[in-house]
T-cell receptor
Framework: GAVVSQHPSWVICKSGTSVKIECRSL??????MFWYRQFPKQSLMLMAT?????????EQGVEKDKFLINHASLTLSTLTVTSAHPEDSSFYIC??????????????FGNGTRLTVT | DAKTTQPPSMDCAEGRAANLPCNHS???????VYWYRQIHSQGPQYIIH???NNETNEMASLIITEDRKSSTLILPHATLRDTAVYYC??????????FGTGTRLQVTL
């Protein structure tokens, strides 16, 4: 089945630094990738949708200058949390689609990255 | 995308069938019913999806009512490893997945 790999699985960084999270589709080409954030005991909240070769589309309330998304190839998307603060500590999860949105094609998710900002 | 209503929590004895309901009364004709689950501190795992007909795979069965306003996910023989939050999501062809609060299934000995 389709595999999505996310790296790192956990990271601790100091306040004010930037952190990059990678999301790779290992056995298919992902024309669209989605980035989610999940706070403790809450559901997943969509942050942004990234399409290969074009700018990401951010959900309302998500700062595009703080959460930089790059989707430069059909197998890799990155999320960079810039100038991280303790309130950015969360579980970040990516998912990937082979094309055409969701519909009859299941999205597959990475295993998430737990970010802790001290 | 249509909204869904799921019970916040359910218990199931190991070895018994777990039946997880989902109401989606505002679903439209071209929207699919998807089920995902999330085991603690992991990414969501795809389980099954359907449009109109009932579906079965190696993990579960999906029963969709004739009017498509509700569905039930069935785990035929629940094990402790099935303890997770189960999400019922309705989505169309060009949409992203919007997660609700899901049902926390606790499988017990």
């Amino acid at each position: 089945g389709a595999v999505v790999s996310q790296h790192p699985s956990w990271v601790i960084c100091k306040s004010g630094t930037s952190v990059k999270i990678e999301c790779r589709s290992l056995d298919f080409q992902a024309t669209t990738m989605f980035w989610y954030r999940q706070f403790p005991k809450q559901s997943l909240m969509l942050m942004a949708t990234s399409n290969e070769g074009s700018k990401a589309t951010y959900e309302q309330g998500v700062e595009k200058d703080k959460f930089l998304i790059n989707h430069a190839s059909l197998t890799l998307s990155t999320l960079t949390v810039t100038s991280a603060h303790p309130e950015d500590s969360s579980f970040y999860i990516c998912s990937a689609s082979g094309g055409g949105g969701v519909g009859n094609s299941p999205l597959h998710f990475g295993n998430g990255t737990r970010l802790t900002v001290t | 995308d249509a909204k869904t209503t799921q019970p916040p929590s359910m218990d199931c004895a190991e070895g018994r069938a777990a039946n997880l309901p989902c109401n989606h009364s505002t679903i439209s004709g071209n929207e699919y019913v998807y089920w995902y689950r999330q085991i603690h501190s992991q990414g969501p795992q795809y389980i099954i999806h359907g449009l109109k007909n009932n579906e079965t795979n190696e993990m579960a069965s999906l029963i969709i009512t004739e009017d498509r306003k509700s569905s039930t996910l069935i785990l035929p023989h629940a094990t402790l490893r099935d303890t997770a939050v189960y999400y019922c999501i309705i989505t169309g062809t060009a949409s992203k997945l919007t997660f609700g609060t899901g049902t926390r299934l606790q499988v017990t000995l």
